[in-house]
């Protein structure tokens, strides 16, 4: 199995040459346009740019629909409470249930905010390596160490989930179709024997885990690694004028968004 969630497309598309803090900072001005837009056509005219950005940078369906897939139902029951608790216009009824108008078109509304925001944080994981955006996460976070933040630290144990995530998501494939070899069987009814055949499939994965934070250590302790200390990086971020242009955008359409809203 081939983990999807997150991961780095390269390429040589304009998102990909943008330093890491344009695209976090764009993310999060984008974000507060997409919760402030005041209707459903605005909403998704900004929506449309995400979709752009999907075609600019090359991306396959396939991988957007593995980045969405997860969130599917969530949004799914999002739309159905919407349509359930507010009043309105009748449009369906499931026994006692009532599905009004108006609360589809708010359900849809909240799922259009959520689904645009996903595909603008995928472009943003899409077109990052981890590396580069740790190091962008790390250089915004700077101004907390005057809280005593522990910057260092922080992106560093984002970075390891990053890299380990997809690690320990392929050992746990591998575990269970060696088990499943075995005659192993998740589809056991009965919440007592799915625990019992969980069990062989829990203990490995856990054991396999302990030993790569062993080996992880070690590694550590070979390259003389020390928490608290500053470490420097062997390239420099340095923001273009296309970082500043992309900041422009992004916060002009946060402006516009706002201004829609309370006119």
Same mark, same amino acid.
């Given at each position: 199995?081939?983990?999807? !969630?997150?991961?780095?497309?390269?390429?040589?598309?304009?998102?990909?040459?943008?330093?890491?803090?344009?695209?976090?900072?764009?993310? &999060?001005?984008y974000?507060?346009?997409?919760? /402030?837009?005041?209707e459903?056509?605005? !909403? &998704? /005219?900004l929506?449309?740019?995400?979709?752009?950005?999907?075609l600019?940078?090359?991306?396959?369906?396939?991988?957007?629909? %593995?980045?969405?897939?997860?969130?599917l139902? &969530? !949004?799914?029951?999002?739309?159905?409470? %919407?349509?359930?608790?507010?009043?309105?216009?009748? *449009?369906?009824?499931?026994?006692?249930? *009532?599905a009004?108008?108006?609360?589809?078109?708010?359900?849809?509304?909240?799922?259009?905010?959520?689904?645009f925001?996903?595909? /603008?944080?995928?472009?943003?994981?899409?077109?990052?390596?981890?590396l580069?955006?740790?190091?962008?996460?790390?250089?915004?976070?700077?101004?907390? /160490?005057?809280?005593?933040?522990?910057?260092?630290? *922080?992106?560093?144990?984002?970075?390891?989930?990053?890299?380990?995530?997809?690690? !320990?998501?392929?050992?746990?494939?591998?575990?269970?179709?060696?088990?499943?070899?075995?005659?192993?069987?998740?589809?056991?009814?009965?919440?007592?024997?799915?625990?019992?055949?969980?069990?062989?499939?829990?203990?490995?994965?856990?054991?396999g885990t302990?030993?790569?934070?062993?080996?992880?250590?070690?590694?550590?302790?070979?390259?003389?690694?020390?928490?608290?200390?500053r470490?420097?990086?062997?390239?420099?971020?340095?923001?273009?004028? %296309?970082?500043?242009?992309f900041? *422009?955008?992004?916060?002009?359409?946060s402006?516009l968004?706002?201004?829609?809203?309370?006119?």
């Amino acid at each position: 199995m081939t983990f999807e !969630l997150g991961r780095y497309v390269p390429g040589e598309s304009l998102l990909h040459r943008l330093d890491p803090r344009s695209k976090i900072g764009g993310l &999060f001005l984008y974000g507060i346009a997409l919760l /402030a837009a005041p209707e459903a056509g605005s !909403l &998704f /005219a900004l929506g449309s740019l995400s979709l752009a950005g999907v075609l600019l940078v090359r991306l396959s369906w396939r991988y957007l629909w %593995q980045q969405v897939k997860p969130v599917l139902v &969530f !949004l799914l029951i999002v739309v159905a409470l %919407q349509a359930i608790l507010t009043p309105g216009t009748p *449009v369906g009824r499931i026994g006692p249930l *009532v599905a009004t108008r108006e609360g589809l078109e708010l359900g849809l509304v909240a799922t259009g905010r959520v689904g645009f925001l996903l595909v /603008a944080a995928v472009l943003l994981t899409a077109t990052t390596t981890p590396l580069a955006l740790a190091r962008g996460i790390q250089y915004l976070l700077r101004p907390t /160490a005057a809280l005593r933040v522990p910057v260092e630290e *922080v992106t560093f144990m984002f970075t390891l989930a990053l890299r380990f995530v997809p690690t !320990l998501v392929e050992e746990a494939d591998r575990i269970l179709k060696a088990q499943a070899a075995r005659g192993l069987s998740l589809e056991r009814r009965g919440l007592i024997g799915w625990g019992k055949n969980l069990l062989p499939f829990l203990i490995p994965l856990f054991v396999g885990t302990l030993k790569r934070a062993e080996d992880l250590a070690q590694a550590m302790e070979a390259r003389c690694y020390q928490p608290g200390r500053r470490r420097g990086s062997l390239e420099q971020l340095k923001m273009a004028w %296309q970082d500043y242009a992309f900041l *422009v955008l992004c916060g002009t359409l946060s402006c516009l968004a706002l201004a829609l809203r309370w006119i």
